[in-house]
């Protein structure tokens, strides 16, 4: 019941910027800490930020001073702002968002979206 759908990825020179978005929809009673991910080919996927329900964030350190991760509860959305963009960080991004839904035969657990690509030229 409960999807999570991203937009926002592209193909962007370095040094662009591009902004993420993800969206949760169903019958969601919370959210706790939100995350983003992202997987080139034949590579792990990598935590590349997370922020929790009370706003805290974390970075990788791959990322740190040039992403920006946010969110807004009202609309159970999270968002990464990508700035200064590197060749380094093409990749599948993918929002992961541990939900609690009004389905209470069902523990809380992690959603992950379908991913969306971000292709930086150099």
């Known amino acids: 019941q409960v999807q999570l759908v991203e937009h926002g990825g592209g193909l962007v020179q370095a040094g662009g910027s591009l902004r993420l978005s993800c969206a949760a929809s169903g019958s969601i009673v919370a959210i706790n800490t939100m995350y983003w991910y992202r997987q080139a080919p034949g590579k792990q996927r990598e935590l590349v930020a997370s922020i929790t329900s009370g706003g805290s964030t974390n970075y990788a350190d791959s990322v740190k001073g040039r992403f920006t991760i946010s969110r807004d509860n009202a609309k159970n959305m999270v968002y990464l702002q990508m700035n200064s963009l590197k060749p380094e960080d093409t990749a599948v991004y993918y929002c992961?968002?541990?939900?609690?839904?009004?389905?209470?035969?069902?523990?809380?657990?992690?959603?992950w979206g379908q991913g969306t690509q971000v292709t930086v030229s150099s």
């Open positions: 992961k968002m541990w939900i609690r839904t009004w389905n209470l035969a069902q523990p809380a657990r992690d959603y």
